[in-house]
C-alpha cells in the first residue's frame, strides 16, 4: 500500500508512533505482520488508544469532567463517521483509520459498538451478562473483526472459511480483553471504581472465581488458536504471536493465587515475551509451558 499524498503518509506514520509508544505487545506482534497490513493495523490500534485515553487516561489527568469527556467522545465518533464517509480529517489518527476502513471496507457496524462501549465506561461500574457481553463485543471483538478485514483484503476465501475466522477473531478479541480485566481487577476497582465480570465481587473474590473465569478465557483461546492456520500468510505469524503472549498471560494468572491477583499486576517477562516472538516468527503457535505456583 503506497500513499501519494504526503498528508496521507503523516497521518499513518503519527498511527505507527502511537502503537510503538503506547503497547510493547501489540507493538512486537505488528512487526510480524506484512507491510500493507502492519499499516492498517497500526492505523486501527491508533484510534482505539485516542478514545481509550479520552475515557481512562489524557482528558482525566488534564481535569476534564465527566460531562466534557463524554462531549470529546461523541466529537470524536462524528469525527470518525465523517472521515470514512469523505476520507478526510483534520484529527491525523481519525485520518488514517478513515483511509483503512475505506482501504477495507468496513464502517459503522463496528465503530458504532466500539464507541458505544466506550461511551458505558462513563457510567456503568458494573455489568450483568447481557451487557459483559454487549460491552466485550464492542470494545474488543469489533476490534478484531476490523483486523481480520484488513487480512483479507485481496484473499480469495469461501463463505464457510470466511465465518470461522470471523468467529475466531471474535474470541480472540474477547479473550484480549478478559484477560486484561482480569489481570487489572484491583486498579479497575480501586482507581476507577469498575467490577466489568458478573457476579464476581472483587473485595471477597475467591480461587474458584479466578478458575471459572480463566476457564472461559482459555475456551475463546482454544477457538482462536485452531483458526491461525487459516489466515493469511501475511498476517498469521503476528496473529499467532499475539496469541502466545495472552495464553502465557492466562497461564500465569491460573498460577496466581486469588489474593495476589487483586493485589498485584500479572507481567509477562521480556525474555519470554522473546522466546514466545521467535516462535511465532518460525510459523509455529507457541506451546504455553504450565506456570509454577
Do not use: W
Amino acid at each position: 500500500m503506497t500513499r501519494d499524498s504526503l498528508y496521507d503518509r503523516v497521518a499513518e506514520e503519527t498511527a505507527g508512533i502511537v502503537i510503538r509508544r503506547y503497547s510493547t505487545s501489540f507493538g512486537l506482534a505488528s512487526r510480524l505482520l506484512g507491510p500493507a497490513v502492519r499499516q492498517h493495523v497500526e492505523n486501527i490500534y491508533a484510534l482505539v488508544r485516542i478514545a481509550d485515553e479520552i475515557v481512562d487516561g489524557a482528558a482525566d489527568a488534564a481535569g476534564a469532567d465527566r460531562s466534557t469527556v463524554a462531549r470529546i467522545l461523541d466529537e470524536l465518533e462524528r469525527d470518525t463517521d465523517e472521515a470514512m464517509l469523505t476520507g478526510y480529517s483534520a484529527n491525523l489518527v481519525v485520518h488514517a483509520f478513515a483511509l483503512t476502513a475505506r482501504d477495507t471496507g468496513f464502517g459503522t457496524e463496528l465503530t458504532a459498538p466500539f464507541f458505544a462501549s466506550m461511551r458505558a465506561d462513563l457510567s456503568a461500574t458494573e455489568h450483568d451478562q447481557a451487557s459483559f457481553e454487549t460491552y466485550v463485543y464492542g470494545s474488543a471483538e469489533v476490534v478484531g473483526l476490523m483486523c481480520l478485514k484488513t487480512f483479507l483484503v485481496g484473499v480469495n476465501v469461501t463463505a464457510d472459511d470466511e465465518a470461522t475466522m470471523v468467529t475466531g477473531a471474535r474470541r480472540l478479541g474477547a479473550a484480549f480483553q478478559k484477560v486484561n480485566f482480569l489481570r487489572d481487577l484491583a486498579a479497575d476497582f480501586e482507581q476507577l471504581g469498575r467490577s466489568y465480570f458478573p457476579g464476581v465481587d472483587v473485595a471477597s473474590f475467591t480461587e474458584a472465581d479466578k478458575v471459572r473465569l480463566l476457564d472461559d478465557i482459555d475456551a475463546d483461546l482454544a477457538v482462536s488458536a485452531s483458526v491461525i492456520p487459516m489466515l493469511p500468510r501475511s498476517s498469521r505469524r503476528a496473529v499467532a504471536l499475539a496469541q502466545g503472549l495472552f495464553a502465557e498471560l492466562s497461564a500465569r494468572l491460573r498460577a496466581t493465587p486469588a489474593d495476589r491477583l487483586v493485589r498485584s499486576r500479572v507481567r509477562v517477562p521480556n525474555p519470554v515475551k522473546l522466546r514466545i516472538a521467535a516462535t511465532a516468527a518460525s510459523g509455529r503457535v507457541p506451546r504455553i509451558e504450565r506456570v509454577a505456583r
